[in-house]
């Protein structure tokens, strides 16, 4: 599982559509769907149901959901902490301000965690 792969999957799974989530985290859709087909490749099942007319959790996206949050927040509260405990010299230039202050990549450039 990577980072991104979860990012992308809280996203489709809050909006329940490929497309409202690829605008919200920046993407192509097929960006996105193959984030979410590879983490489903990864995790062994599939986290969404595609065969009705409206997308919905299966069973197993309903379990890694909370798990994916988690992790994500996790993620967000490192960032946010190491950011504002660097000195403003030593910060890289553009982003930064806008993750620490948001929570959320100002881009599609995440953390790259495996």
Do not use: C, W
Request: hydrophobic residues 40%; proline residues 6%.
């Amino acid at each position: 599982m990577q980072f991104q792969q979860l990012r992308a999957f809280r996203e489709v799974a809050a909006e329940l559509s490929f497309t409202q989530a690829a605008k919200n985290l920046h993407y192509a859709q097929s960006t996105v769907t193959a984030q979410i087909k590879n983490l489903e490749e990864a995790v062994g099942t599939e986290l969404f149901d595609r065969s009705r007319r409206r997308l919905s959790l299966t069973e197993a996206g309903v379990r890694l959901l909370p798990h994916a949050e988690r992790i994500i927040e996790i993620a967000e509260t490192a960032r946010r902490e190491i950011i504002l405990s660097t000195p403003a010299a030593r910060r890289p230039r553009g982003g930064p301000r806008a993750r620490a202050a948001t929570g959320r990549p100002a881009g599609p450039v995440g953390t790259g965690l495996p």
